[in-house]
């Protein structure tokens, strides 16, 4: 029997992104929609100004749309929600004791939160036990921004290897990242924008907590000083980061390469179907990995890494592609529901729920 | 009296970008327009696809273009030409007693021949009296690659003022660099190439030669370590670049941009037509600069410099821009006739000379 | 003395534009800016969200904003209101006594209400008179909406040789067409839409009454059927459009290219500084016109035409281009401000006014 | 058993698409890939500047690039060359015993040579019979222009159920369909080009051939007066047309649109495996189609239609779009052959044929 899904947040350009992603899923089937209140009550057909190239699932398309309050006739959510209402709403779903897996940022940095990536610190999810929400058996896990996932899951073999002490990283980042209606077309039409809102700063916390390690007194955080310049160009989909490391035990770019294109997801044989083959594709060709080409490698899940030379600087240069709103959102939170699935702790609610 | 020019690859995008900045120059006026033998006794109107947004001034679409053989009739020739032919043609002018105010790489890094950016390095010109061109007055004179440029107007002042021990760059450069007609639109709309062929190897050479001291021996070259990783991305014009420097004597970030905004140029009061009269822009508001917006500030001349902050791994960190086809090539090299004309070394010469 | 102007909406696109043209009039100063109450008591700079490539002129970037209510301290004021409120405000500050110079749709096509090009109708102000605002002296001039003007200035000397029975024309329009922030960068970047809504009839009657007969009862529209689909392509300034047109009299291509090449303005002679001194040209060059290279072309107030050919299906065919927010927004208003100050319909006003 | 095919110009930008497209094809497999004497003998992967999204085909990435000369090691031909070339090389396969199913434009309009898409006009491959190579048995098919296959699409259902007397079409073309390297970036960035070599004339003569009648002598050309205006826009693939039809038996635009909706392909039933199972598509929303969205629709082969309206100077008017590399060139010829094969007119070859 298939897992009963709810999205909040559906009619968003996340929430639009979980549904593409979802349509097909051996494990997971949407049943429920919860939007604001001005799309409640409507078809999703209606209320979703659908941006994606494929078109909106049919049974999808005439589902109605909820609010975005407990309690939903699913078995847990996704959240797509904007960050501006998202704490209090997955909370309150949290404390309904649904299992809450958000791509917003608002818990990401709670101590008793996973902020997870499945290749990367899988373990983490033992944080959910920590978790109190009135005995309600909720939880919440969040994923990475999305700038975040691409640098994290190339430097993870690197820092398992040879430890990093220090990352430097200039990012070149799609408008997608930016939402919808997000950057107007007359701001970016043939120009960079050299800044990007707190997204700096939330590559640095969130790399160190995804480099952690699970004490008993939550993820220390991992040693790593990280400074990024965040700049948003005239691309669709797939953030670029130009990456430069100071490793602490020095590596040659050959065996930082060799590291990466060798990594060992620890997904590997568990048979989750989001999880790429092959999590890091190392490019030989100097001219890739490039964003309209390799950013839909392995569905959008694979990360690619190309360029990697010693750095005169650092130590060891690369840059690193992912798909920032596939691994570095949806996919990445359906990846996330997916490995909790495969570690029992998504169940199947069996009280009756009252459909609003 | 105006000084007579002469163009050598004039039909090509750098000749085009020659002719139209010496549209109305106060001293300098074009003679002569030599090409490939392709275009030789064509019109320019003829010979040159032109694709610059202002027209063809009429009096040049009416020259003559001839080939790229002394004698041409006028006092000194810049050069657009590409670098497969730069090497003979240019040394062919210097031995017939030509001034050569050159953009092409070919000479570049020759102990003799100065590699000049007149705010940074004048007194460089020295060089010239070491050349010897079999007596014939001759000489060459370089500005920098396109990328190169932004990059030092930013160091140095800080090199002057803290000293730069290293500097990691990340370029995200324009199409206009590339040449006409360069990039694929296949290849890089709503796309990035993270790679531009031995643009990465100048940026350090140049740079090190650049902020060099000028010894009995030569320029020695600055002991900076240069880490450059060059990008394309789609802007039309205008190289934007995410610097980190580690400074010798070491300074918070508002000290940096202070040194870099009060900048005194040592060519003003000089009175050259194209020096920008602020060489360096310090922006405070943190979406700046901009390509689009900013590369045409001074005339394309003026570099802009924004998002100077701590680098919490080198020390500090800011983006700079600058026009690269304007500052980054023709309007270098224009720059750098005004510097040698102040400075006497441009010379009417007042041999008969046959027009081919 | 300056005539004194105020701008209605002056922090939007259009109000935008009205500023940077201004800057430097030799009849015009801005003595008032007016715009919403969010905006209302800060200084333009505060205001404004500046998108222009050039800055916020300095006199103008420190001067209040006000709200959009009589008395504003100026002469007439140039309207770059959204039709969603212009309406009421504009029929304010006509009752108030001020010549309100539009760029809005709202009083485009009422019987009274000039909607003038200057170079094609303007004996339409004589309207003026017609117009009853309570005695105040006020009253209301329009330009039309961006795509109109490009297709009038190229069908008025071929309705004035051989009349024009019916225009087909196809738009290809550019982004700044929508104001800011406008169309999204995930909708346009490499797409075309083929829909702006409410375009289409505005072409048709807009060109019928900009093409029409002055007569006691109004204007007669001119005889002409019009087909238009118009479509959004990512181009920022610059609207291209494909016209098809059947004549009266038949032409050959020759003939209309002509025609069009030689059409001599009504403005010429008069001085007025924002008109062109050529208001048509007429490329033989069939890759042009083009949006990026000849938008700006007599500072963005020269419409281009290009490809004139026989058309097999309705007789004779031909591309024109105008620049959208110059020729067709502001710039425009301002030469309609121009041609009414020659003709004395603009006075000071002398009365007391106090500011806001 | 498979169907062998060779591919004559397997290195440029159609051979590319063919290579993609075949991958998996359950009828054909690539046994020879031809190219110039420059690739030849080369591994594929080194002769082919791989420009697709997807990866090439292990198999074929490997496979040895020959000459373009007879005999290849295949059943029958499908030819990407370039028009410089082709007509010689299609001419000796065809001599040589080869079918050729070509998407050069160089025997499109001979008498005896099919111009063919399998929707519109299948019985043409009549014409076959009437070829004659020496006797050799091979035989030359067209597919056609790019910009010709969306028109001719729309227009059948129209011409068969009401006449088309006249159509006014102007064409916003992608840029895959200039080839590779193709149009530069710096002339289309954020730009429009109303200029396509050739396009308006074979759009005409095509769009004759196309929905003219078999006869006797040939194919009598319909009576449909075509006028083209061809621009090329910033869009990576997929041709939108802007369609204004006179009707020789007038019809509303409803009708209009039900008949194309409605349009029942001769293919149906014949499990052709790149015919689409819907060959046109009639979007109701005004928004649609766009060439970023729908260009892949039906794996590129769905032609997609909308906006049908009344045009007041025509009768009824539309826009369409279709995928110019594939339903325009490679997949139109992949289904010329699928359909050549249900004929029966692809048989295997069982001469014993020399490897180059």
Chains 1, 2, 3, 4 share one sequence.
């Not at 190239?53 to 975005?68: H, L, T, W, Y």
Request: with cysteine.
């Amino acid at each position: 029997m298939p897992i009963r899904v709810g999205i909040l947040g559906a009619t968003g350009a996340v929430g639009q992104t979980f549904v593409d992603l979802l349509d097909g899923h051996p494990l997971f089937t949407i049943t429920a929609l919860a939007a604001s209140e001005r799309s409640a009550g409507k078809t999703y057909r209606e209320a979703a100004n659908w941006i994606g190239g494929n078109e909106i699932p049919d049974r999808v398309a005439e589902m109605m749309v909820q609010s975005c309050k407990p309690v939903l006739d699913c078995d847990f959510v996704f959240s797509g929600l904007d960050a501006s209402v998202a704490g209090d709403i997955e909370g309150a779903f949290a404390r309904a004791g649904y299992p809450v897996i958000s791509n917003a940022r608002n818990y990401r940095m709670e101590p008793d939160v996973p902020l997870l990536i499945p290749e990367v610190n899988p373990g983490h999810t033992a944080l959910i036990g920590r978790q109190d929400w009135g005995g309600s058996g909720g939880f919440i896990v969040t994923n990475p921004n999305c700038s975040t996932v691409g640098l994290v899951m190339a430097l993870k073999p690197l820092h398992d290897a040879f430890g990093v002490a220090a990352a430097h990283v200039v990012t070149l980042q799609a408008l997608s990242g930016a939402g919808y209606p997000g950057v107007s077309s007359l701001d970016i039409m043939g120009n960079v924008i050299p800044h990007i809102g707190g997204e700096e700063a939330k590559m640095a916390t969130e790399t160190r907590k995804l480099l952690g390690t699970l004490t008993e007194a939550g993820v220390e955080p991992a040693d790593v000083t990280i400074s990024a310049q965040c700049n948003r160009v005239p691309v669709l989909d797939g953030h670029m980061e130009c990456v430069s490391v100071r490793l602490k035990a020095p590596a040659s770019a050959e065996e930082a390469a060799n590291v990466m294109a060798s990594f060992e997801s620890p997904l590997a044989g568990m048979g989750l179907s989001t999880a790429p083959e092959f999590p890091i594709r190392v490019f030989e060709d100097e001219r890739f990995p490039q964003p309209r080409r390799h950013a839909m490698a392995g569905g959008g899940m694979q990360v690619s890494v190309g360029k990697v030379r010693e750095c005169p600087v650092l130590g060891v240069k690369f840059v690193v592609l992912s798909h920032n709103t596939i691994r570095g959102a949806a996919g990445g939170a359906i990846l996330n529901a997916e490995l909790l699935n495969a570690q029992g702790r998504l169940v199947r609610r069996t009280e009756a729920v009252a459909v609003e």
